[in-house]
């Protein structure tokens, strides 16, 4: 009870520090005209989004860090012999390396050679992929996290050699579902928001203290950065924010070894993956025809009539369901 007391006031101590200092970082993307450019091929109504700030995970990222470095000072310069504490490392250099890859391809877009465009695709997946190795292979060989869960089975589920290219894959493709999450304002936020607190609440059943602190001290900054992201957004969180949170879910998911549960607790940035990739495919099989109107599916809904708030909403009950389900499959 007192270290979900202490987890439920790093997220509020969290959301405070960064709605205190958004609207300075605000003031300074708005100075230097850091603004969104809107792609040709989305919706002709987002055109009203064009020049808002963008680079908004870097409004996350730095509260986080903050936080989770001044919680596990004594732990990370070995003034304690426990190793525990120093784990949070992992999802915190995962998140920020994910944001710098991020901020990369959103000053590409904007100030770079390919504007409106940020970095080709492969560049860029290879650098998801360099880094999500590379995490699997730290969280297998020297956290030894449990290698799977699942609901309804006693004890952990060894994966041998096949756990490495699992986790590089759940990293990656978490990354790359929450970035197709990330069109509608608010819509990223709530649904990771929601996610990293269901892991969270896994994390403190199992009595990982310090995952479960940091999972609600991202909360917590999440919330702060939705503050400025709601409809109308004053900012979006960019491929810096979208890219980071959504490998960090993955490796949160990844250490409590209850990964399987990622495909219900996060339905909503699944069900985006899939719908891209169901249009691409189909569009390619049938030479020209379109599954849905236009993917990720959150725009085929703005294309069925549904208001940019009526699909964060809806999005987001459902991810809330699934996520409360997701947390109930974890104590079966």
Request: with cysteine; net charge positive; hydrophobic share 55%.
């Amino acid at each position: 009870m007192k270290e979900t007391s202490l987890a439920l006031s790093l997220a509020g101590l969290s959301f405070m520090l960064t709605v205190i200092w958004g609207g300075p970082l605000l003031r300074v993307l708005r100075h230097f005209k850091i603004g969104k450019r809107i792609r040709v091929d989305e919706p002709g109504f987002h055109a009203v989004k064009m020049g808002t700030p963008t680079m908004g995970g870097v409004m996350i990222l730095l509260p986080v860090m903050l936080l989770t470095v001044l919680l596990n000072a004594v732990s990370l310069i070995g003034l304690t012999r426990s190793g525990v504490g120093r784990s949070v490392l992992v999802p915190l250099i995962v998140m920020t390396a994910y944001a710098i890859l991020g901020a990369v391809d959103d000053w590409e877009g904007i100030r770079g050679k390919r504007r409106g465009e940020g970095l080709r695709a492969r560049e860029k997946f290879l650098v998801q992929l360099i880094l999500g190795v590379g995490t699997a292979l730290v969280l297998k060989y020297l956290l030894q996290v449990p290698e799977m869960y699942l609901p309804g089975v006693h004890g952990e589920i060894p994966l041998g050699a096949w756990y490495v290219p699992i986790a590089a894959f759940i990293i990656v493709g978490s990354s790359n579902a929450v970035n197709f999450t990330d069109g509608l304002d608010g819509l990223a936020g709530l649904i990771t928001a929601t996610a990293f607190a269901a892991y969270g609440g896994i994390a403190v059943m199992q009595g990982q203290v310090f995952l479960t602190r940091f999972c609600f001290t991202l909360v917590g900054a999440i919330f702060g950065f939705l503050w400025f992201n709601v409809h109308p957004a004053e900012l979006f969180m960019g491929d810096t924010g979208s890219l980071s949170l959504g490998a960090t879910l993955a490796v949160v998911a990844l250490m409590t070894g209850q990964w399987p549960l990622l495909a219900i607790i996060a339905i909503v940035p699944v069900s985006e993956a899939v719908s891209v990739i169901l249009q691409v495919s189909y569009f390619k099989l049938t030479k020209g025809k379109r599954l849905f109107k236009m993917s990720p599916i959150h725009l085929h809904f703005e294309l069925l009539g549904w208001s940019e708030t009526q699909v964060v909403q809806r999005f987001w009950l459902i991810g809330l369901l699934a996520a409360m389900i997701g947390v109930a499959l974890a104590l079966v």
